[in-house]
Structures are given as structure tokens and as C-alpha cells.
């Protein structure tokens, strides 16, 4: 995501009240309705609705992506159109994950395999990004999709919250979980039917996946783009992430007898509420940890790290 970043101004104030609690700075510029401040990113509001991300944070900006996202928040350009309207009619497999962005719950990655043929199906059952769907519409659209593509068609990995925290302690680095698991994906597809093209939303160095997939001898041509759910494929794959995102989720809460939140901009008073009630050890079952959520809430609270 880039200079193409757009929100409409119904959301400036939810934009700023998420920007608020990871706890940036503001400042007000001419023709900006704010510029925010954090160590290592900055985030540029214009008057007309535009974004401008600069800065070294990766994660910080992922997340800030992610949320952007959530609320209808990109506006493709016509660059943009052209440059995945070359894949139409390719047989390509489009893969996407769900959750990075949200402290509570898993992380979802799933991949779809399309040809010519299965993606006019798509097309007639009217696929589209799932940000632009309600969880109601997400389970009745995945429940079509599943049944045009077949059983070989699909392939999803589901994260959990504690498995997630296993790696990232391994790995130190959401792209490359991010990486090894839409590597993952893409090479379970394979193993049923052989295709040579894959598109992926773009979260960060190619090199993550492409290496994942060295690892395991897989060549394929790897395309990353900003915005990939603009490809039929991959809006697909967002939607059946999607779907078991909220099953997830929807089993976690069962399991707790709680509702836990979505996203991460709106979860503090949760938090405190359960570790309240289960105590600090198992906020890593249902959360990821390493989101700068925890650290302030362990520092207002008197948390040490042997905790």
C-alpha cells in the first residue's frame, strides 16, 4: 500500500482513535487533517481522504495497513486495474491471510487454484475482496466458492493464536511467518494439481515467500502486488480466510464464555478484563503477544517480564 491509500472521511476519527491507542503524536500541517507521529513511521491524513505512510517500522505499518484495510480503506488506481487484468483466463493460484492485524484470534491463510473456466464461475457467483463483505455474506459466499472450485481447489491454514506466538518467538518477524505460511499453502495446492503462476497480496520482500519455497524445491512464478485481492483468485482465497477466521474466533469465544473483539484499536478494556479473570499466562492462547498492545497493558499494570 502506498501513495494509492484512501479512506473516506466518515472514518478520519476511527482512523484516529486506532492511531491513538498504539500511541502516536499529532500534529496539525495545512491540507492535512493530521500527521501522526510514531518511533520509526509516520502517517500523513490529507483533507481529501489520502494516506501516506513513510518510515522503517514494518510491523507497525502492517498493522496500520491492515486496519486501513478493514475499513474499506484503499481506492485502486487505473494502473492498478490494468496490471491484474493481464492474468484473466490463467490457470494461477491466489492466496491471502486474515488476522495479522488482529490482536485476538488466529491467523488465516488460504489459496485457491482457478482456470478459465473456474473463474467465470467466480465471476457469476460475483466473488469480491472480503473486506468488502459482512460476516453473514462471507459464510454464504465461501459455502459457494467451496462448492464451484471442489475439495483439490482450496487449500487453508489455520494459526493459533498459541502456535502463532511459537513462531513469531522463532522467527522475530511477522513476514516471515507470513512467508513460510502462504509458502505453505501454495505448496499443499500443488501437490494436487500443477500450475506455474501464484499471486499473493504484497506484505512485505518477495524473498519470504520465494525462499519458504526454494526450501522445499518448488519453482513457480511468484507475483506480489499491492491490493491482489483486486484478482479474482486471491479475493477468493480472502474470503475463505476470512470465513474460518470468524469460526475461529467464534470458537474461542465459546471456549471462554467471552466475546472477544476484532482488530486491535478498540481491546485494552477486554484486556484487562480477561487477564482479570485468567490471568496473564493465558493471553497467549487467544492473543498475539507481540503486538505493542501488550507491552503497554503489562506497563500500566506492573507486569514483569518473567510474567
Known sequence: MGENLQIHKSKFLELKVFLTRIGFTFENRPYQVFLARYPGIVVNLYQNGKIVLAGNDKFIKSEIEAFIESIGGFNPSNDDKRFFRKFKGMTRIGSDEVGKGDYFGPLVIAGVLIDKYSEKDLQIIKVRDSKKLNDRSISKMSKKIRIKLGNSRYEILSITPRKYNKLYKKLKNLNKILGWAHSRVIENLLTKEECNLAVVDKFGDPKFVNSALMEKGVTIQLIQQPRAEQDI??????????????EKHKEMGIAYGLEFPKGSSQV?????????????????NVAKIHFKITDQFKKKVGISERK
Open 268 to 284: 485494552t478494556e477486554f484486556l484487562t478484563d480477561f487477564v482479570n479473570k485468567q490471568g496473564f499466562n493465558n493471553l497467549k
Open 233 to 246: 483468485a486471491v479475493a477468493a482465497a480472502s474470503i475463505l480466510a476470512r470465513e474460518v477466521f470468524l
